[in-house]
């Protein structure tokens, strides 16, 4: 070989060996990053409930677990109300909206009404009690939030307990597997990760076109972290946190105004929304019906006016302390990316899932979601808990059971409270036809009622079933006290199939009001008075 070809040839080797070089390097990459090398098993983004359950759930597995909480203040400013330095927007600590700003501060102060109104009962039986008796919001709500605060510091101690990393960081996705966190300072962090799960949850609805309402309007994130009280108060919206929120309110002893566009409980069944309503007008909460606000003004005094119309388009204007907005949540997705990388996402944003058969697998096969930001998903805590661990151990236990979405009970915590399991009477209309289903109710008063003499008439039971002594129990439908702790032993019955020969043959415990429930016998076809009047 000449030398100027013997040149050209080490010159070609040297190259051609640089090229396989990098490209064994690159690969290297690729295979460390995409096969078991990657920072961690599992990322949750969300620190809620669902979130916390599912990470858990994943490290007692033997897995990398990280969790992402962040939470971004509302947008309320309290400046103006609570004077300068008190800072602007509620924060709260980890554990989501449920512990902090959902169902434990929203039961806690439903105890505190219903104390009140026990309290006045007490005089009934005997006891001797001062005419007079009054809330101290804020000696309530203190107690309240050093509650919260304990959960909030008792899941970040389960977390290192479990060996989940937590990270107080706001997450988003630089690309599928690859998650950038960024802290309060603006630091930043990449986390890379096999899989993820997206359980951010959802926030209040705060619309804008209406003028003033966003400026001077609090919302649920905003109602239990209120130093003072709300004194005169417009909850606007016909949910089930406006109306529990109404509810509190007045038993609380607050002048409390619930304007509705159109109905009270929409996914409920309508016979018994109608009745939690009467029960609250009739102690003291007043409704605008077919109402909706037109502008919130701040007046001299600090009061909020607010001018709202009627269905006919007649304007009217009243004075409040403070407007309460309920009309509706919108997941946290938009910070995160999904889109970008392939995740689909419904019109409001919410994760579309029941990808290959897995009720919680996004459109990206590694990413999941869970709880209230799942499309077409009961927004309840328990339903998040369950899911979640269920996932856990789909994802690293073998298992193959998923969630089931059906028969999913519920309560609403007004002051006549309303628990629920399986479906209402217009679905059951609908699903099998008037002529193939069974309503068996009955009225009844609870006998704590009887000797303080207390309304019971919006006190109801109604058991919807498939037509025939052995047909289905679809579902049972209650408003009464305690009505979340008796449909919780029912819902277990109805996800076993009961049937109404089971539900009706069973023994009931008295004197209580879960024996109504398997005393009921009068049908709705039949026309007869449903009232109960003995044992």
């Known amino acids: 070989m000449s030398a100027p070809m013997a040149i050209r040839y080490r010159k070609h080797h040297r190259l051609f060996s640089q090229n396989i070089l990098h490209k064994c390097r690159h690969l290297l990459r690729y295979l460390s990053s995409s096969h078991g090398k990657r920072d961690y098993d599992l990322v949750v983004i969300g620190g809620g409930s669902g979130g916390l359950a599912c990470s858990k759930e994943a490290a007692q597995l033997g897995k990398r677990v990280a969790v992402l909480d962040y939470v971004n203040p509302s947008p309320h400013d309290w400046s103006g109300q609570y004077g300068q330095g008190y800072g602007q927007g509620t924060q709260w600590g980890l554990g989501g909206t449920c512990v902090n700003v959902g169902c434990i501060p929203k039961k806690l ?39 919260i605060k304990s959960l909030n510091w008792g899941h970040r101690v389960q977390l290192k307990d479990k060996n989940v990393e937590y990270l107080n960081a ?29 359980a ?16 001077h309007a609090v919302t649920s994130d905003d109602l239990f972290w209120m130093k003072n009280s709300p004194g005169k108060t417009l909850v606007i919206g016909g949910s089930y946190i406006a109306l529990e929120s109404a509810g509190f309110l007045t038993g609380l002893g607050f002048d409390t105004t619930v304007m509705v566009r159109s109905i009270c409980l929409r996914m409920f069944d309508q016979q018994m929304a109608h009745l939690v309503t009467d029960y609250m007008e009739n ?21 909020l006016e607010v001018q709202y119309q009627d269905a006919n388009g007649n304007k009217d204007k009243e004075t409040f302390d403070t407007v309460l907005l309920a009309v509706g949540r919108s997941p946290v997705t938009k910070q995160l990316n999904l889109s970008q990388i392939g995740v689909d996402l419904d019109d409001v944003g919410k994760v579309i899932g029941d990808y290959d058969g897995d009720h919680e697998r996004s459109s ?95 006190c109801y039971i109604k058991v919807i079933c498939e037509k025939g002594d052995d047909g289905r129990v679809l579902g049972i439908h209650l408003t009464g006290p305690n009505a979340g702790e008796i449909i919780q032993g029912f819902s277990v019955a109805i996800t076993c199939g009961a049937t109404w020969r089971q539900l009706s043959s069973s023994i009931g415990i008295h004197p209580t009001t879960a024996e109504e429930l398997v005393k009921i016998h009068i049908t709705k076809r039949s026309g007869k008075d449903p009232t109960v009047t003995g044992c």
């Open 364 to 458: 990206v096969s590694h990413i999941y979601a869970i709880g209230d930001v799942l499309h077409g998903r009961p927004e309840l805590t328990p339903v998040a808990i369950k899911a979640g661990k269920l996932l856990a151990h789909r994802l690293f236990g073998g298992s193959q059971v998923h969630m089931d979405y059906d028969k999913v009970p519920t309560t609403v915590f007004t002051p006549l409270e309303y628990g629920v399991v399986g479906i209402s009477e217009e679905t059951a209309n609908v699903t099998f036809g008037d002529s193939n289903i069974e309503v068996y109710h009955a009225f009844y008063v609870p006998l704590e009622f009887a000797i303080p003499g207390r309304d019971a008439t919006q």
């Open 170 to 198: 706001l997450g988003s996705f630089a690309d599928p597997h690859t998650i950038r966190a960024v802290d309060a300072k603006g630091q930043e962090r990449v986390l890379t990760t096999e899989n993820a799960v997206v």
């Open 283 to 303: 102690s003291g909460t007043r409704f605008l019906k077919q109402c909706v606000p037109v502008r919130v003004e701040k007046n001299g005094d600090g009061k």
């Open 109 to 147: 102060m439903h105890q505190a009404a219903l104390l009140g109104h026990l309290i006045e009962d007490s005089r009934s039986y005997g006891w001797d009690v001062p005419e007079s008796v009054n809330n101290d919001w804020q000696k309530m709500c203190g107690a309240i939030q050093n509650y």
């Open 200 to 215: 951010v949850g959802c926030r209040p609805l705060l619309p804008s076109q209406i003028p003033g309402m966003a400026e």
